[in-house]
């Protein structure tokens, strides 16, 4: 008789005698591969231009052709949890390709296509391996490990800017690096929190990985703090209660001793600081204060290290009082009773409070700049926000179906939004998706992020409950922070979600449930023939993903001519971008204000014209074109006010328009040779 097993209670597989070498250095990669990509992305600007998610897609891509020519069972560990998920982000993927089509930013549907094919190919391949503790283990190891790293060298580069410093272009008010985004480090900084965590508190966590967990806890902490991210903080503290519940372990007391109190003290310390908190961090006030909380900021590490290895008998201790069924249930319905208490009483003290605070958060101006950064975690404005979700919901209910095209909120902002900002995304995953996508694309997405969620939260109440409830509440964490803010264009944040993910919820080898084992016998019957043809679908997928990194590649080079005057090698980087991907306006843009520095007037004309057609939703464009126009004599007033309807709060564009707003064309041509360009 054949014998069934849960995920959970399934044996472990034995090692298959004669694997071969090369599917045993392609399985031993898994649980390295999710920490290496966010290392790489994190490093790339967090993965937000569009050259690094179409590389880490390509690697993808080719790493699950060998898995499917070279695995015995190259889809073992996809089960119905991870067919869900990757119907549902499948899905979404091709109806961002599809949104090309009604776009007038096609090129920007492939950049999203391409980020979005990266997060899929993640999920298929890190999902399709069996599922195994060992994996799982080491793949939140290793991630965590890494982002501690990656947090601690942005920490470096505020305490101790002589050692380590950011680059020119970064913003020098908020700590960002390496992912040149504040609110964006900041929730890469809380999932690491969360992963610390969940290994400090696990029971057969070696001593020594429980001390070094609890040692980073601290230097994250630290690291939070200067990114300023309120939302970052606000999606951490919803994790952490939502660790602590699902863990409910008694390993977490001890942990929470170890971790609280020196992270509590940094949290003061930091608050302290003054020009730390300032964009003058760097000036020798601030460069001697970053010294002293540097080192006060290791000892803290150190004694939370310290005190989680000493309290290791402790938990001896703990693990050997046994608890009765009806101690636990009257347990939980004193902590429940004490919980209601706490925030009906709460409530209540708070209401006027809540009242002022939720009139103040609905408020649509800026933050007031009042000095010292610290001041902002404070005040609860939304930061102008609700404007953009507004517009979002706006943009939907005109096309609640195929929606305006994905990469397109830039535009619609542009000409429709509120203040001078320059706005790039609606910061929120959600309301951004359906204002782009419309309805299919939010349900597709919706789809995959709740598998991913309802799997991996159905796993907490079987082995590694703690692990799995860092998990799912590091996802929570991300999930919701992604709905005030656009995490979804800084891959580096997420990228675990869909990599650590299928590790994570994959199904076991040995369970032979109909529906879990399907796509394991699929490949063995399909053949040699089969696994090729699968292998050349895979590969097709990758055709977008290096054209775009092939050509990103020369108009970044050709950008970097222009603004350095060599205009022979942005025309030579330009073409080659235009051979490799016609569709995007870029190259254009460069050969164009080329041309009219050579006074080929006519040529860079028709190059501005044919990068308008190229996306005519973009104003950079039509600016670029109301420039060349007036370097030739001719009137640049229709393709300026075209800019300016497109982009009436851009500075560039208002410029223009006082630049231009003269009659003689001998003006103009002599404006228009000064005028900066919409090139960066």
């Known amino acids: 008789m054949a014998t069934y097993y849960s995920v959970e209670e399934a044996p472990a597989p034995a090692e298959t005698p004669g694997r071969r070498p090369a599917t045993i250095l392609l399985a031993a990669a898994v649980s390295a591969g999710p920490a290496a990509f966010t290392a790489y992305l994190a490093f790339r600007s967090g993965g937000y231009f569009a050259g690094a998610p179409a590389i880490v897609a390509i690697v993808l891509a080719i790493a699950l052709v060998l898995r499917i020519m070279l695995a015995e069972a190259p889809f073992e560990g996809i089960g119905p949890a991870p067919a869900w998920a990757i119907i549902g982000l499948g899905g979404f993927t091709l109806w961002t390709l599809l949104s090309a089509f009604w776009s007038h930013a096609p090129a920007q549907a492939l950049v999203n296509f391409d980020r979005a094919l990266m997060l899929w190919l993640a999920l298929v391949f890190f999902g399709s391996f069996a599922w195994s503790r060992e994996r799982l283990l080491w793949a939140v190891r290793i991630l965590a490990a890494t982002m501690v790293a990656v947090a601690v060298l942005g920490l470096v580069t505020r305490l101790l800017p002589n050692v380590h410093s950011i680059p020119e272009n970064f913003a020098r008010d908020r700590l960002g690096y390496p992912l040149s985004y504040w609110n964006g480090l900041g929730v890469f900084v809380a999932v690491a929190i969360l992963f610390c965590c969940g290994l400090a508190a696990r029971e057969d966590e070696p001593p020594l990985s429980k001390a070094l967990a ?83 900021v290791a000892a803290c590490a150190l004694g939370a290290g310290v005190l989680r290895r000493l309290l290791r008998p402790v938990d001896r201790r703990l693990a050997r009082i046994t608890l009765t069924p009806r101690f636990r249930r009257n347990g939980w319905i004193v902590v429940g009773v004490l919980v209601t208490v706490a925030l009906v009483g709460g409530g209540i003290a708070a209401s006027g409070r809540i009242g002022h605070d939720f009139e103040r958060f609905t408020e649509s101006h800026g933050i007031e700049d009042t000095g010292e950064l610290q001041n902002r975690l404070t005040d609860l404005n939304n930061n102008g926000r609700i404007a953009q979700w507004k517009l979002a919901l706006k943009r939907f209910r005109a096309e609640p179906v195929l929606g305006d095209g994905a990469g397109t909120f830039a535009r ?44 991996t939260a159905r796993r907490i109440f079987g082995p590694e409950r703690i692990l799995y409830a860092a998990v799912f509440a590091a996802m929570l964490t991300w999930a919701l922070h992604a709905s005030v803010d656009w995490d979804w264009q800084l891959p580096a944040t997420g990228f675990f979600v869909f990599g650590l993910g299928g590790i994570a919820i994959a199904a076991r080898r040995g369970a032979r449930a109909p529906r879990a084992s399907r796509a394991s016998w699929v490949p063995r019957i399909l053949g040699r023939t089969g696994r090729i043809a699968l292998s050349l679908c895979a590969l097709a997928l990758v055709v977008s993903p290096a054209l775009v990194a092939i050509s990103q590649g020369y108009l970044d080079a050709a950008v970097r001519d222009l603004e350095e005057g060599d205009c022979a090698g942005a025309s030579r980087n330009a073409l080659d971008a235009i051979h490799t991907l016609s569709v995007r306006p870029g190259p254009y843009q460069v050969l164009g204000f080329c041309d009219a520095r050579a006074g080929q007037h006519a040529l860079a004309v028709s190059m501005l014209e044919t990068a308008v057609q190229r996306d005519r939703g973009e104003w950079e464009s039509y600016y670029g074109l109301a420039l060349v126009k007036a370097a030739a004599g001719q009137d640049p007033q229709p393709a300026m006010r075209k800019a300016y309807e497109m982009a009436p709060h851009e500075p560039l564009v208002e410029e223009g328009v006082v630049l231009f707003g003269s009659g003689n064309p001998r003006i103009w041509k002599r404006r228009a040779l000064r005028a900066r360009l919409p090139v960066s």
């Open 214 to 296: 609890s040692a980073a806890v601290p230097i994250l902490a630290a690291t939070l703090y200067f990114t300023f991210s309120r939302g970052s903080i606000a999606a951490l503290l919803i994790g952490l209660v939502a660790f602590a519940v699902l863990a409910a372990r008694r390993e977490l007391l001890t942990t929470a001793v170890a971790i609280v109190p020196p992270t509590v003290v940094v949290v003061l310390l930091c608050l302290g600081t003054h020009t730390l908190s300032t964009e003058h961090y760097a000036d020798p006030a601030g460069v001697s204060e970053g010294h002293h909380l540097a080192w006060q």
């Open 412 to 455: 619609s902002w542009a000409q429709e939004g509120e203040g001078e900002s320059r706005i790039v995304d609606s910061h929120s995953l959600y309301l951004g998706v359906m204002a782009e996508l419309g309805l299919p694309g939010i349900l597709f997405l919706l789809a995959a992020l709740l598998a991913i969620l309802i799997a």
